[in-house]
């Protein structure tokens, strides 16, 4: 019985990847594209997040939060550890 179900199971895995890939393979061609639609993105649409990165030897996080409404873009970035910072902008404002 476990045999007959790997039997269905790999063609459909297999037809699911080369269902998947015809779609994306004419998209992953351009590069420009990919990019342009993530920095229309990080302008445009609202987020929120955590990103984690090393500076001098040290793992820092951060926290993220971007809204855009009618008047303009507005973002929150703060420290989750070590020195308490912040940064602020309020459209074309930004405070520390």
Not at 42 to 57: I, M, P, S, W
Not at 62 to 82: C, K, P, Q, T, Y
Request: net charge negative; glycine share 4%; with cysteine.
């Amino acid at each position: 019985m476990i045999r007959n179900s790997k039997k269905i199971f790999l063609p459909i895995v297999v037809s699911l990847f080369f269902t998947t890939t015809d779609i994306t393979a004419g998209e992953l061609k351009d590069p420009a594209y990919w990019l342009d639609r993530m920095s229309t993105a990080l302008r445009e649409l609202n987020y929120q997040g955590t990103f984690v990165y090393l500076h001098d030897q040290k793992l820092e996080a951060m926290e993220i939060v971007h809204r855009v409404d009618a008047d303009g873009e507005r973002e929150r970035l703060f420290s989750l550890n070590g020195a308490a910072r912040e940064i602020v902008r309020d459209r074309d404002e930004v405070k520390c």
